[in-house]
């Protein structure tokens, strides 16, 4: 059962939703930051890895020394539990890199394929919050309300970009 739900999700963008929240997040501010000062999607995408990946290190990091700490893991044992605990982090920036490189190809400027990937990490985490509500069995008020939180987040970053450009 789990080695099949992990085929279905190799990312864990399902099974791990506080690292695809926290991911997408990244990689919004990442997006929203970069997206002023790169000439090109192939700029923007170094500056998307680049963040995403020093975030994710320093999680697994903090992940693993908590493992080993709190659960008297061995090393080793904890570097793979933070592994799985925090792949979703690191995962989460593939959708809004692959929209920077379909909306390039359908030929975007920079500037526009950065606010086209933007709007999809606000709708993923409008999505990842109404479900969320929906498996903790909120009514529809409920999830819709979570759905409003998440987009609030995504918001919040879209703010950021206006500040800085």
Not at 77 to 98: C, D, F, M, Q, W
Not at 110 to 127: E, P, Q
């Amino acid at each position: 059962m789990a080695s099949e739900t992990a085929r279905r999700d190799p990312l864990g963008l399902v099974r791990g939703g506080e690292g695809a929240i926290t991911g997408t997040v990244v990689c919004a501010a990442a997006i929203a930051v970069g997206a002023g000062h790169t000439h090109t999607i192939g700029q923007l995408g170094l500056v998307i890895l680049g963040t995403v990946a020093v975030y994710w290190t320093a999680h697994l990091h903090a992940v693993t020394i908590g493992s080993a700490l709190a659960r008297g893991h061995h090393p080793l044992v904890a570097v793979r539990h933070a592994l799985v605990e925090t792949l979703p982090i690191a995962g989460a920036s593939v959708v809004p890199l692959a929209v920077l490189l379909v909306s390039t190809l359908l030929g975007a400027s920079v500037y526009v394929a950065a606010w086209t990937a933007l709007a999809a990490t606000i709708a993923l985490l409008t999505v990842y919050s109404y479900v969320a509500g929906a498996r903790g069995g909120l009514d529809l008020p409920g999830r819709i309300a979570g759905a409003a939180a998440g987009a609030g987040v995504g918001l919040l970053v879209v703010l950021l970009k206006v500040a800085l450009h």
